[in-house]
């Protein structure tokens, strides 16, 4: 009975050993809505003379999530205009997220809008509509959640942080947010 007790217990221990080690069972995959990564193709944009340089410059995705670009930003964060692909790295480089429609779709785009609007919302609490000045600094803080029609996309919906795009064709909240809660402003991506 002793022996037995004593295989019981070296069992148990071996047991908890192998469960505080982690190599009882693979971690689970992450799941989430987060889009294709897509290698950095850098920072060009910001010496003197790039915007000759880079004149002929060819973006790895469309949209753009990474490569040459201004130093401009969004002239709105709900923009009813396209952005030009040098503004949207721009913002993508500090963190924004870009939810961009490629239809005449106005129910997609007022989606899309009431989704950015939850998160900019919180950027600016108490105030019914920022000014000039607070939505640059979201932008330069590379919190901002910005909306713009994207004409020409294969797709609906495209998603685009930095390095990272997922498209839809129509709006899933869910995989929307799954994907801004991941890359708004993820300093482990825009160091990539």
């Known amino acids: 009975m002793a022996a037995s007790l004593l295989v019981i217990a070296a069992a148990v221990t071996a047991l908890v050993v192998h469960l505080r080690d982690g190599s009882a069972a693979p971690a689970p995959a992450p799941t989430g809505f987060f889009g294709t990564h897509y290698p950095s193709q850098g920072h060009q944009g910001h010496m003197p003379g790039d915007d000759v ?3 002929r410059f ?6 753009p999530t990474s490569g040459y670009h201004r130093e401009v930003l969004a002239p709105a964060l709900i923009n009813d205009r396209p952005l030009p692909k040098y503004v949207q790295v721009h ?3 500090h963190g924004n997220i870009l939810l961009q429609y490629g239809c005449l779709c106005p129910q997609i785009a007022r989606q899309l809008a009431e989704i950015a609007d939850q998160y900019n919302a ?8 920022p000014t000039e000045a607070q939505m640059q600094a979201a932008q330069e803080n590379g919190l901002a959640v910005i909306v713009a029609p994207y004409p020409g996309m294969a ?3 495209a998603l685009t942080a930095w390095t990272r795009l997922a498209t839809l064709d129509q709006v899933d909240a869910a995989k929307i947010d799954s994907f801004i809660e991941q890359w708004l402003h993820n300093q482990d991506n825009l160091n990539q």
């Open 58 to 63: 060819r973006y790895s995705s469309d949209p």
């Open 91 to 93: 913002l993508l480089e």
């Open 155 to 157: 797709h609906n919906i």
């Open 122 to 129: 919180k950027l600016f609490p108490g105030v019914a509509s």
């Open 53 to 55: 340089r880079f004149a």
